[in-house]
């Protein structure tokens, strides 16, 4: 790879690199050792899950925090994007939270930038938290998405739905499942018999929403691609891919 640009923030570092006419824009997740990190502004930004627009006019909401990250790099990446003297496809990927920044800043080409969905990759993430969701209640009246995973990828400007995210999940890894219905925490409290009718009455009055016993926040997107280790055996880990409704069964 030919190295273009890097930078530091306090949350994060990135890189902008390109290779054969691909051009690449990699995040590294939350770095809590790095040198620059503010790690009470970075604590503080990851606990700011309410949802707030990706775009204005879009029914998709993203994790306030991780928007507010992505804002402190943005213009400095943005440029090796718009270069009009590129005219080959970009990739982008990260680890944990650069992953979730990944799809933000995927997104916001196809929605800001107006970059030709042909030269989007498919996006990589990797241990990355679900930080996107659809907006039923801005969207009411204007659609009749069902507000599905492929749903929330086609509002951000990719036709071709799950199949543009690609997400490797380690089998134990509880990061992917930070929130999201497959939550463990979430997960036991729907079981309870209170909290699931409480739930169910407020969707069945107010409409989906944030809090459903599916929902816990944010959505899962992508395909998922299952990294487990087999007891007892020193190998490489089992592969298996994963789609549709069948993602977020094997989070559960």
Known sequence: FEVLGSGVTGATAWCACERRNERYIVIRGAAWSQPDTDR???????????PMALKRGVPVVAHQGVIEMVDEFWRDVAPFIEDETFKGKFSFTGHS???????????????ELGIAEERIMPVHTFGSPPVLAYDRLSSRGTDECAGTM???????????GS?????????????PRMWLSADPVFSAATK???????LD???????G?????NR???QTCGDLYWLEYQAGVEAKPLLTRHTGEDVLEKLQ
């Open 97 to 111: 939270l650069g992953g979730s920044m990944a799809l933000i800043i995927a997104a916001r080409c196809r929605l």
């Open 192 to 198: 309870m018999d209170f909290i699931g009718s409480v």
């Open 163 to 175: 199949s543009m995210v690609r997400q490797y999940v380690l089998a134990k890894d509880i990061i």
């Open 209 to 213: 929403g944030m809090f459903t016993r």
């Open 40 to 50: 009470n502004k970075l604590s503080w930004q990851i606990a700011k899950v309410w």
């Open 216 to 218: 816990f926040l944010y």
């Open 201 to 207: 009455w407020r969707e069945q009055t107010f409409g």
């Open 150 to 160: 492929d749903d929330i990828l086609r509002l951000c400007g990719f036709s071709k």
